[in-house]
């Protein structure tokens, strides 16, 4: 019998997680808010399975029985027979907490939960899960079904076997996992974030076009997508709670985010999901 994953949220890394684990063998619980947004969720999983499908990636057999095993909902008690919960809303930590106390009063007291959050505090978003020694944080990246990095990042009452089991599950869905102190950003956003805020201040103080930026940095220091290109991938949006919480985490200058990543979330400028971020898609 397979292993029964939950996924509350059914946005970009819901889905990627959901088809990740799905592709896995696992059995799939995705919730949303309503169930148009967890029909879209869905639609996106099958949509993706297909074009796996169409480049010879997944044989048409494997699509279906993997579609066999997804639920979509509204509900969370739907999630209730899941050994596994990983939150996968927006990054606002109210937001956040809510959706993780509804989470741990459905499932056993043993399910292993998790929040896909890429900079918040695991250890304040604890205080709202039930037994909150079986929460970490499980942190994938964007596109999930490609990136192979997934941080696990202990809160201030994870046991240590809660992180052993976090570790697992990465291993079990091909994914290779580091484990990471809480702190602001964890690893890879604190290093990676700073870099695009800066190419956004690039942009805003007219130092060089757009292209040249992403060129600039692919050809003279080998990155295989220019800052700003990444920035639309990651969503301009996220990028910029991710700097919010930086500067008003550490209290440093240097992260102060970049006002033009203010203005573009305004205007709903979001990068690839809205088809206008810094390009045009």
């Given at each position: 019998?397979?292993?029964?994953m939950?996924?509350?949220?059914a ?12 592709l ?14 967890a ?9 993706s ?12 057999e494997?699509?279906t ?8 909902g509204?509900?969370y ?5 899941c050994?596994?919960v990983i939150?996968?809303?927006a990054?606002n ?5 809510q ?15 998790g ?5 918040l ?9 039930r037994?909150p020694?079986?929460f970490?944080?499980i942190h ?5 079904p490609?990136?192979?990095l997934v ?22 869905l ?8 809480e702190s ?9 974030c700073?870099?695009?805020?800066e ?6 103080e007219?130092?060089?076009s757009?292209?040249?930026?992403d ?6 220091a ?18 910029y709670a ?6 008003r ?9 970049c006002?033009i990543l203010?203005?573009m979330v305004e ?9 206008q971020?810094?390009?045009?898609y």
């Amino acid at each position: 019998m397979s292993t029964m994953m939950g996924i509350a949220g059914a946005g970009t890394m819901g889905r990627g997680m959901a088809e990740t684990a799905l592709l896995a063998g696992f059995s799939v619980v995705m919730i949303d808010i309503n169930a148009e947004l967890a029909g879209k969720g869905y639609e996106a999983v099958a949509g993706s399975l297909a074009r796996g499908v169409e480049r010879g990636r997944i044989t048409p057999e494997h699509m279906t029985s993997a579609l066999g095993r997804l639920t979509v909902g509204a509900i969370y008690d739907l999630l209730s027979g899941c050994e596994v919960v990983i939150e996968a809303v927006a990054e606002n930590i109210e937001v956040k907490k809510q959706v993780l106390s509804s989470v741990s009063a459905v499932v056993s007291k043993d399910a292993l939960l998790g929040s896909n959050t890429s900079s918040l505090s695991i250890s304040e978003m604890s205080l709202a899960v039930r037994n909150p020694e079986r929460f970490c944080g499980i942190h994938f990246f964007n596109p999930v079904p490609v990136m192979k990095l997934v941080e696990i990042i202990p809160g201030e009452r994870t046991r240590a076997d809660t992180v052993d089991r976090a570790v697992d599950l990465c291993r079990k869905l091909g994914k290779t996992p580091v484990t990471v102190r809480e702190s602001p950003g964890f690893i890879v956003n604190r290093l990676l974030c700073p870099l695009m805020n800066e190419a956004a201040y690039l942009v805003m103080e007219g130092v060089a076009s757009r292209q040249d930026i992403d060129t600039a940095m692919k050809l003279g220091a080998n990155h295989p997508i220019g800052p700003l290109a990444l920035a639309d991938l990651v969503g301009i949006d996220v990028l910029y709670a991710i700097m919010d919480v930086l500067y008003r985490e550490f209290g440093d200058p240097k992260y102060r985010p970049c006002p033009i990543l203010k203005d573009m979330v305004e205007v709903g400028h979001l990068g690839r999901k809205t088809g206008q971020g810094f390009f045009t898609y």
